[in-house]
T-cell receptor
Framework: SQTIHQWPATLVQPVGSPLSLECTVE??????LYWYRQAAGRGLQLLFY??????ISSEVPQNLSASRPQDRQFILSSKKLLLSDSGFYLC??????????????FGPGTRLTVL | AQTVTQSQPEMSVQEAETVTLSCTYD???????LFWYKQPPSRQMILVIR??????QNATENRFSVNFQKAAKSFSLKISDSQLGDAAMYFC????????????FGTGTSLTVIP
C-alpha cells in the first residue's frame, strides 16, 4: 500500500532563518507531487507541483522554492523565512488522471511557526 | 480556469440528523473528477467520497452520499445520521480528466455536530 511521510511535524523558526520540509512517498512510482499551504481555518493554497524529477511548477510567487531530487521525494525550502510563511504545510501525491486512483493522498502536514 | 465554490463557510447539524453541504464548480470540460475531503481537528485530509463526471449514478459511501447535477455544475454532500466524529472542515475538489495534474479546492465548510 502507498504511504506518504512528512517531517518535521512541528517547526518553530526565527525570521530570516532557512527552511527545509521534506516529503516522501512509498509504494508507488512516478507520482505527481504537490505542496500546499493552509492558514488557520482557511482553504488550501497550492504552492508547487511536480510531474517528474526536476520538474517543478510554481503557482504562487513567494519566498519559497521546491525541488524533487528523487522520484518520490519532494522538498520545500526557503533561504530566509518571513513571518507570513507561518502556516500548515501539506504534501500530497496523485497518479496521472484516468487510472484506478484519481484522488490526492495527503501527508500528515507540518505546522510552521515563524517568530 | 476551473473554480470551486463552497458558499457555506459554516454549518451545524444535530446528532443523528442529516445535513447537506453545497459545492458548485465552473468548468468547460466534459470529463472530470469530483471529490469531498474531510479535515478533522488533527488536520489530516481524508477522502470522503469521489465521483467521476461520466457516471450518472450518484456515489455513496455508507452514511455519505452526493447529489451530482452535471448540467448545473453542482456537487453536494449529504451526511446522514450525523455523528460527533463528523465534525470537521469539508472541502470540495475538482480534477480534470486529461491534463489532471492540478486539483482545485473550494474554501471549505466547517461542520459542527451538536450532541
Amino acid at each position: 500500500s502507498q504511504t506518504i511521510h512528512q517531517w518535521p511535524a512541528t517547526l518553530v523558526q526565527p525570521v530570516g532563518s532557512p527552511l527545509s520540509l521534506e516529503c516522501t512517498v512509498e509504494g508507488t512510482s512516478n507520482p505527481n507531487l504537490y505542496w500546499y499551504r493552509q492558514a488557520a481555518g482557511r482553504g488550501l493554497q497550492l504552492l508547487f507541483y511536480s510531474v517528474g524529477i526536476g520538474q517543478i511548477s510554481s503557482e504562487v510567487p513567494q519566498n519559497l522554492s521546491a525541488s524533487r531530487p528523487q522520484d518520490r521525494q519532494f522538498i520545500l525550502s526557503s533561504k530566509k523565512l518571513l513571518l507570513s510563511d507561518s502556516g500548515f504545510y501539506l504534501c500530497a501525491w496523485s497518479k496521472l488522471a484516468g487510472g484506478s486512483y484519481n484522488e490526492q493522498f495527503f501527508g500528515p502536514g507540518t505546522r510552521l511557526t515563524v517568530l | 480556469a476551473q473554480t470551486v465554490t463552497q458558499s457555506q463557510p459554516e454549518m451545524s447539524v444535530q446528532e443523528a440528523e442529516t445535513v447537506t453541504l453545497s459545492c458548485t464548480y465552473d468548468t468547460s470540460e466534459s470529463d472530470y473528477y469530483l471529490f469531498w475531503y474531510k479535515q478533522p481537528p488533527s488536520r489530516q485530509m481524508i477522502l470522503v467520497i469521489r465521483q467521476e463526471a461520466y457516471k450518472q449514478q450518484n456515489a455513496t459511501e455508507n452514511r455519505f452520499s452526493v447529489n451530482f447535477q452535471k448540467a448545473a455544475k453542482s456537487f453536494s454532500l449529504k451526511i446522514s445520521d450525523s455523528q460527533l466524529g463528523d465534525a470537521a472542515m469539508y472541502f470540495c475538489a475538482y480534477r480534470t480528466w486529461n491534463t489532471g495534474n492540478q486539483f482545485y479546492f473550494g474554501t471549505g465548510t466547517s461542520l459542527t455536530v451538536i450532541p
